[in-house]
Each structure stands twice: as structure tokens, then as C-alpha cells.
């Protein structure tokens, strides 16, 4: 693949001396996340510092690992990083990324009886508890005026809801991203709804711990410009990214590309918009006993980084 230099172009700030360009930035990903988008566009070239990658099977772990201290900024849906908030973790919202919705879906295998939305209520499906997926499914319960308890969650990592679909522990897996894309073309799974039309907010967030945004606050402007850059060569070249992507992963290119091209997620400026979108997904939480309580989201975000995004 011909990458493509002039990403690079996007704005950076200019790192202060010697001490932090030898700067270590511990960067929590998932996979075929942010570490394979950036590889792609070939935006991890000339790094005056480094990058210590960290990946896990999902945003629950990822999230704890910030909060432990074992990474200082990582990137994961609104739902799950409104999960961690409310948890008290030490981190603020740096970058803001939205997609379509459609990435994260419920699926049932193809010869469930499950054929509409109203015939997922009383169906156990399979998802992390304070996922995107679980959001996805508070979000149709709602919708359908339903109480928020009407679809029975299992709390399973991806990959054991995947065995829980395939074992029929499960009646459907709600989940995003590849795991979807796969579902589909793979496993022949159908998918019964997804997060378009306004089900979801489409967000996701790069947040930093408090302290790393003090002492590498120069490294982590220059990360996140270089990560708007890749996602803006992403969308001008999907079928690039995706061969990029398969073989990054060991997926199908028909996987990646149904994937990056379902999602199709750009970064966007931290604005009352983005604040207003979180703060509905914090009180949908709150309503189904989630989180604790109300949680006023607008002190969890840092928006001076607004200015590298390009």
C-alpha cells in the first residue's frame, strides 16, 4: 500500500525540549483500533517520542487500565467512557470522534425468530455491561417505551458472547465495529437493529489521565493531531484502510471494508453539541441504574486540543 505522506501535513504543536520529546506516551487501544488506523496512514512516521501500545479485548479493561495508571490516554465509545466517569476515573475527554451509529448492532443468528425490534423483548442478549453495546440496547428499550429491564443483559466480553450466540446462551449479541462486520459474512448472523437514526450518538472519545495531560501535554497534542489526520485518509480511502486493517487484524478485506465504510468516523471539535450528546447518554444510564446517579458531564471534558485537529 502507498501511504500517503501528506497527512502529516495536519497541524501539530512543537515539542518543548529534549526532556519531553523522550517522553513515553502509554497509548490504550483495542483491536484494530487506533494503532492500526494510524499505521495505515502512515502517520507513526518520524515520532519524536514514543508510543507504548496496550491493547485489550474491549473498553471495559482498556478504561481500568487508565485508571490504574498502566496507560495515559486511550480511546473507547461515549457509553463506556461515561461508565468510567461516573466510576470516578481520573481522566478527562481530550478528542472527540463521530461516526454513523451503525457500527454497533444487535445481531441474532439467521434462523432466530427474532425478525423485528419488538420481538427483542424478554431476549437475553450478550454484552458488556456499560459497553456501546449495552448502550445500543437501553437505547431500543427506550425507544419502544419499554422500562429499561425489558431486554435481559448477559454480561459477556466479546468474545464470550460470541460463543453464547453460537451456543444459544444467548438469543442475540449486541456489539460493534468488526466483531459485526464479521458476525454478518461469517457467522450469517442478521442484524435486528442498529445505532443509526439518532439511537445512538455515533461518539467516541480519546480521554487522558489528569496527570498525563499536564506532563505530556505537548506529546498528546501532536498524538491526536496525527490521529485526526489518519481518520481524514481513512475516509478518502476506505478500500486502502481496509487492506491495511485485514491484514493488521487477520480478517477478511470484505470484513474491514464493511466496517470502515458502516462507521465512517471522522474527528470533530469538542463542542456543546458533542457535550449536550454525552450528557444523554450519562442520563439514559442514570435512568436504568447504570450509573449511581445524575452525572453532569461538562466538567469531563478538556477541549484545548480542539486547535490540532486540521
Known amino acids: 500500500m502507498i501511504r500517503r505522506r501528506a497527512v502529516l501535513a495536519a497541524p501539530a504543536l512543537l515539542l518543548a525540549g529534549r526532556a519531553e520529546a523522550a517522553t513515553v506516551l502509554r497509548v490504550g487501544d483495542q483491536r484494530g483500533g487506533v494503532q492500526a488506523l494510524m499505521k495505515a496512514a502512515g502517520v507513526l512516521e518520524g515520532l519524536p517520542y514514543q508510543l507504548a501500545w496496550s491493547q ?15 496507560v ?34 444487535i445481531v441474532v443468528p439467521d434462523a432466530s425468530p427474532i425478525r423485528a425490534v419488538a420481538d427483542l423483548r424478554g431476549q437475553r442478549i450478550g454484552t458488556n455491561r456499560g459497553s456501546i453495546g449495552h448502550a445500543l440496547v437501553l437505547a431500543v428499550a427506550e425507544r419502544q417505551g419499554w422500562g429499561a429491564d425489558a431486554i435481559p443483559v448477559a454480561n459477556l466480553l466479546p468474545s464470550d458472547a460470541k460463543a453464547a450466540l453460537a451456543g444459544g446462551s444467548v438469543a442475540g449479541w449486541s456489539t460493534w465495529n468488526t466483531y459485526v462486520a464479521q458476525a454478518v459474512l461469517n457467522d450469517h448472523a442478521r442484524v435486528v437493529v442498529d445505532g443509526r437514526d439518532g439511537l445512538l450518538t455515533g461518539l467516541s472519545f480519546q480521554i ?50 464493511l466496517s470502515v465504510t458502516t462507521e465512517r468516523a471522522a474527528s470533530v471539535a469538542i463542542d456543546a453539541r458533542v457535550v449536550a450528546d454525552e450528557q444523554r447518554t450519562a442520563d439514559r444510564y442514570q435512568a436504568a441504574r447504570v450509573i449511581p446517579g445524575r452525572l453532569d458531564v461538562t466538567g469531563a471534558f478538556d477541549d484545548q486540543f480542539n486547535a490540532v485537529l486540521g
Do not use: C
Not at 56 to 70: C, D, K, M, S, T
Not at 83 to 101: D, N
Open 72 to 105: 495515559d490516554t486511550a480511546f473507547a465509545g461515549d457509553a463506556p467512557v461515561t461508565f468510567a466517569l461516573a466510576s470516578g476515573i481520573e481522566a478527562r475527554i481530550v478528542a472527540a470522534v463521530r461516526g454513523t451509529g451503525a457500527s454497533t448492532a
Open 208 to 257: 487522558a489521565r489528569t496527570d498525563a495531560i499536564a506532563a505530556k501535554r505537548a506529546i498528546l497534542a501532536d498524538y491526536i493531531g496525527r490521529v485526526a489526520a489518519a481518520r481524514r485518509w481513512s475516509l478518502a480511502n476506505p478500500a486502502a484502510y481496509a487492506r491495511a486493517l485485514a491484514a493488521e487484524i487477520g480478517v477478511s478485506e470484505a470484513i474491514a471494508l
Open 56 to 70: 485489550f479485548a474491549a473498553a471495559a479493561p482498556l478504561l481500568e487500565a487508565v485508571n490504574a495508571n498502566a
